[in-house]
């Protein structure tokens, strides 16, 4: 994927994801987005022990991810 597609997600995930994610003690990074439009995060700290995770991860931010930029298809953790 090009890089100002990457600097893009990555600010959504700094300005709107990240902050939420942190509120439940949790944190985000973003691992990479490959050709086909799937983007790999890395959960951690309360998030990665969470059952809920996988809700996180697509209910919400894929969700956000895929409203943002028609060329993200999906999210999965790294």
Do not use: W, Y
């Given at each position: 994927?090009?890089?100002?597609?990457?600097h893009r997600?990555?600010?959504?995930?700094?300005?709107?994801?990240?902050?939420?994610?942190?509120?439940?003690?949790?944190?985000?990074?973003?691992?990479?987005?490959?050709?086909q439009g799937?983007?790999?995060?890395?959960?951690?700290?309360?998030?990665?022990?969470?059952?809920?995770?996988?809700?996180?991860?697509?209910?919400?931010?894929?969700?956000?991810?895929?409203?943002?930029?028609?060329?993200?298809?999906?999210a999965a953790?790294?």
């Amino acid at each position: 994927m090009n890089a100002d597609l990457i600097h893009r997600v990555q600010e959504v995930i700094d300005a709107e994801i990240k902050p939420m994610i942190e509120r439940d003690g949790g944190s985000i990074e973003l691992v990479s987005i490959d050709e086909q439009g799937v983007v790999r995060v890395r959960l951690s700290g309360a998030c990665s022990k969470c059952s809920a995770s996988s809700i996180t991860l697509h209910g919400g931010i894929e969700r956000i991810l895929r409203k943002r930029f028609p060329e993200i298809h999906s999210a999965a953790l790294a």
